[in-house]
């Protein structure tokens, strides 16, 4: 089993998840070059969080066109696992992988803090170690993390199981106020229809350590490697 | 020709402009001239402080780097180094705070990894005018994104600072800025120019009209048209800039470079003048060849372009294709400018003709140095003066006032917009007593901070001087740190203004008085003078950063209460000292009266014994006694707990209650203790001769002070944590 982690110019959290992969969950796991078309075999594409291109046209818009992204994109629709994180939500939203779109965080601030997410699907390569209405606190830190699809689209996730975490507060309660970047339906997290490609606006590689404030996030890292051993 | 007119506007004096003609045995042309400017203008030459920095200790066995590099270098053990920095940027942050602000970060920066250093921490220290005006929260607002704009996209995360607020600050805020670089202690990079004929390269972003003049300006007062100057502040690639941390680090890993300077303040001039003075060399380079984002740039322009984003490199003569491919992989320019020549000259070509050719030692080593003359200031005899005034009525109220004061308020509005958790290091969130940050694959941590009271520096420098070292060194050992090395960052007035000098010697006399009696060297830092608008100065503002180390990340403490039942223990005297303090100044609008005063070896021993309990677990939590006093710090201990848990306590000293309530007394910390250690704890006190005294218990949901068993503070956790927590987004209306 093989981790690949996507370098972007302007990743920035692409040796953080190579650390939490590797140091934390002991995991073989390689980066990915955003200029090549090699995916060295690996068996999870991890888009990680950033700036790629500086983001200064919509997030993750020149990312998606990357080279590499070819291959990303292929991989995803033999069915292969891809985990955005952030920015590599963001990204994934651009490559059309994942419906929807980020618009600016409603209170229009970067917002970097420890919040709640609940798992609301824990049928999915990412989740199923976790409970289902499991409260997890992780970090966010994003600036267009306020997610955003149309009223068609919002019905069509609902009805597929597709929000895999929403912002809520430590017990577990929906309100604005836990929904710090105003998404819709309170989406922290969103899979594929397929169930094999997840974009999440938290950073589980940020939580996964006591040191660091919250071990919560391990348990995405946890489900991937249990599904795929 | 140069003529006076000329020669003023370049911020030179006849006197200097003569001493340039006799140097290079010749009038400069305008070009040269404006090369002499930048070199010789205060921001870079040191001229009316170099005399008096020289009292400050710069030696130490773990020191690696002192004062005179792009940072300052020390030994954290285990093959690795700490290379850090503190820098201003004031002026521009005034005229437009957002790339003001910015560039600030991605001028420090540069700094750290010029050396070899991949950048791990930011932090600063911000001091604007009060946020009644909208003015100065317009600006407030604008350095904010500034620096979280830059710092968020680089990935380096901001995880601490301080911010003070004072009038002096509405015209001329201060943004001083600190960033902490870990490198392999046998791979650091200096600016050398070494090998004659090795090639010099031009890397990064492409050179415009952008910045000239900015160290000029930094050196100047400013006046009614200050806001003019606004085209002289760059603009921040902070995409670039990743790019170019990336590209170099990967080029440092590899032994294909000789040395290599950002280009930062006086861009092209200041690299390569100081690169061939260091080496004792000279550069030639070709203006021709330079990546420009411009048509039809003059010599003049390109030299004193303060673009960013841009670094020169000397590579080995072989080496210059692998160093090309690797910025063409990370898409930036690698060019071939020049090379280093012998002879120690700056020579400089365009369109075929030499426009420069100076003696690299005139420019770097030969500037005026100044022992500019000093006076005390008349201000001192009134201002130190308190006339009587009223004890409180509801001590509780003022409390809660001094807890929503802007500057004791909880800055959470403020580093919420900074990314402070990207690279996984930070142990503590921002608002404990230092900042945190683990180091991979070891037990130990770095913890640093930035401190400096400026009202303190205004009515005794001396005095503030010290205390901002002892206060940064107390935050450190609050959470279980050694201080191992300081960077100061030193903002004053115009120094051709005696009493300004007289402020500045006083304050560098008690940093070095506190940096010797702590055994910490300076390691470097910065002088900000000219921080004068409209003839108005601000306080002196003298802001430390202190780096430890903490030996054993898993012992380290953080400021709030763990649990209810826990003993609060006071470490150190209170004494009637209410000069200058937060009180004074938001109760009853004086700046007055003396600054308390501090016994460095009192002191001393106070964080001794602070670290001793830390490292035999004695304690659970502790937190410094500094702005608001003693029942400030004891409220902060419940809100910064995570469990907000309150406390009962009483306090039985003789004087006067607000003094001890809310004086600001040096040498002070809290601490709580669980019951089965307080014994262990007071007997080591005693032992250590450190006055410890039981306060009381933590426990309930009330802040709750008796005095003489009277009760005189009684309030919910809740309501102070609603008065501290939401005073700043209250300001700017967001909640």
């Not at chain 2, 370049?10 to 200097?16: I, P, V």
């Not at chain 2, 937190?623 to 309150?646: R, T, V």
Request: hydrophobic share 40%; net charge neutral.
């Amino acid at each position: 089993m093989k981790f690949g982690v996507v370098i972007f110019p302007g990743s920035n959290c692409d040796y953080d998840t190579y650390y939490a992969l590797k140091n934390v969950f002991k995991q073989k796991t390689t980066f990915l070059w955003h200029k090549e078309h090699d995916l060295k075999n690996v068996d999870c594409v991890i888009l990680p969080g950033g700036f790629s291109y500086g983001d200064y046209l919509r997030s993750g818009s020149i990312a998606a066109f990357s080279p590499l992204m070819q291959e990303v994109k292929e991989f995803a629709l033999r069915g292969g696992l891809v985990l955005g994180i952030c920015n590599g939500f963001q990204i994934l939203l651009e490559l059309g992988l994942l419906p929807g779109a980020m618009l600016r965080n409603e209170k229009l601030k970067f917002l970097c803090q420890f919040i709640h997410i609940r798992v609301e699907n824990n049928k999915t390569p990412f989740s199923h170690q976790a409970k289902k209405g499991q409260i997890l606190k992780v970090p966010i830190a994003h600036f267009d993390g306020n997610y955003f699809a149309s009223p068609e689209t919002i019905l069509e996730i609902k009805k597929n199981s597709q929000i895999v975490f929403r912002y809520s507060d430590a017990k577990g309660q929906l309100n604005e106020e836990a929904n710090v970047n105003g998404s819709a339906e309170s989406i922290a997290g969103l899979i594929n229809k397929a169930g094999n490609v997840l974009g999440m606006m938290p950073h589980p590689e940020r939580a996964s350590e006591v040191l660091l404030g919250s071990e919560d996030g391990r348990i995405i890292f946890e489900s991937i490697i249990a599904k795929l051993s | 020709m140069i003529d006076k007119k000329i020669i003023e506007e370049h911020n030179l004096t006849l006197e200097e402009y003569e001493k340039i003609v006799q140097l290079i045995g010749r009038e400069p042309n305008i070009t040269e001239l404006g090369i002499f400017s930048l070199m010789w203008s205060e921001h870079c030459s040191y001229k009316s402080s170099k005399i008096h920095l020289k009292k400050l200790p710069v030696t130490g066995k773990n020191v690696v780097q002192g004062p005179g590099e792009n940072a300052g270098i020390i030994d954290i053990g285990d093959g690795l180094v700490a290379v850090f920095k503190i820098e201003s940027h004031n002026h521009p942050s005034y005229i437009e705070p957002y790339q003001g602000a910015a560039t600030g970060i991605g001028g420090i920066l540069r700094d750290i990894f010029t050396m070899g250093a991949r950048p791990i921490a930011l932090l600063d220290s911000l001091r604007f005018g009060p946020l009644s005006k909208p003015k100065n929260k317009s600006i407030m607002e604008g350095v904010v994104s500034g620096i979280a704009g830059y710092g968020n996209s680089i990935g380096v995360p901001t995880v601490g600072g301080d911010i003070y607020f004072n009038d002096c600050y509405s015209r001329n805020p201060l943004v001083n800025v600190f960033a902490l670089g870990i490198a392999e202690k046998n791979k650091i990079f200096y600016a050398k120019a070494e090998g004659i004929g090795n090639p010099v390269l031009y890397v990064g972003s492409k050179t415009g009209r952008d910045g000239i003049h900015g160290a000029t300006m930094a050196s100047a007062e400013f006046d009614q048209d200050s806001e003019k100057k606004r085209p002289n502040v760059q603009v921040g690639d902070p995409f670039k800039e990743k790019l170019l941390v990336e590209a170099c680090l990967e080029v440092m890993a590899k032994d294909i470079i000789v040395g290599i300077q950002d280009m930062g303040a006086a861009g092209l001039t200041c690299s390569t003048s100081e690169m061939a003075a260091n080496s004792g060399a000279g550069i030639e380079i070709n203006l021709d060849l330079v990546p420009q984002r411009e048509e039809g740039m003059t010599p003049y322009e390109m030299m004193l372009s303060e673009s960013q984003e841009r670094m020169l490199i000397v590579a080995k003569k072989d080496k210059v294709e692998e160093v090309q491919q690797i910025f063409s992989k990370w898409d930036l320019d690698a060019v071939t400018i020049g090379q280093v020549t012998e002879g120690g000259r700056l020579k400089v070509r365009f369109e075929g003709k030499i426009v420069v050719d100076l003696p690299v030692d005139a420019i770097i080593n030969l500037c005026p140095v100044y022992k500019r003359e000093s006076k005390i200031p008349s201000y001192l005899k009134s201002e130190t003066i308190i006339k009587p005034f009223p004890s409180p009525e509801n001590y509780s109220k003022t409390l809660l006032k001094l807890l929503s004061s802007a500057t004791i308020a909880e800055k959470e509005w403020v580093y919420r917009q900074y990314d402070h958790t990207v690279q996984v290091n930070t142990a503590f969130l921002p608002g404990a007593d230092a900042s945190l940050l683990r180091i991979k694959n070891s037990k130990k941590a770095l913890a640093l901070t930035l401190d400096g009271n400026s009202l303190y520096s205004y009515l005794d420098p001396r005095t503030g001087g010290k205390i901002a070292v002892a206060e940064a060194c107390r935050n450190l050992a609050c959470v279980g740190a050694r201080p191992v090395g300081v960077t100061n960052c030193l903002n004053f007035g115009n120094p051709e203004k005696p009493e300004i000098m007289w402020q500045f010697k006083e304050v560098v006399e008690g940093i070095a008085q506190a940096c010797s009696a702590f055994n910490i060297p300076v390691t470097g830092g910065n002088v900000s003078f000219y921080n004068d608008t409209e003839g108005i100065s601000i306080y002196p503002s003298p802001v430390l950063g202190v780096v430890g180390i903490v030996d054993d990340v898993s012992r380290a403490v953080s400021p709030g209460f763990k649990k209810a039942g826990d003993s609060v223990i006071l470490l150190g005297e209170n004494k009637e000292e209410l000069g200058c303090s937060e009180y004074l100044k938001c109760v009853f609008n004086m700046e007055k009266g003396i600054p308390p005063q501090i016994d460095l070896k009192e002191e001393k021993r106070i964080q001794e014994f602070c670290l001793e309990t830390i490292s035999m677990s004695l304690i659970e939590s502790a937190h410094d006694i500094s702005e608001g006093g003693l029942s400030i710090s004891l409220a902060e201990c419940s809100l910064l707990s995570p469990l907000k848990i309150g406390f009962s306590l009483a306090i039985q000293d003789d004087m006067r209650l607000d003094a001890l309530l809310f004086g600001e007394t040096q040498s002070r910390i809290v601490v709580s203790s669980s019951n089965q250690k307080v014994k262990k704890l007071l007997n080591l006190a005693k032992k250590r001769k450190v006055k410890a005294t039981v306060l009381g218990k933590t426990g309930g949901d009330r802040i709750i002070i008796y005095h003489s068993n009277k009760k005189i503070i009684d309030i919910p956790v809740n309501e102070a944590y609603k008065a501290w927590k939401e005073a700043i987004p209250d300001i700017f209306q967001v909640k």
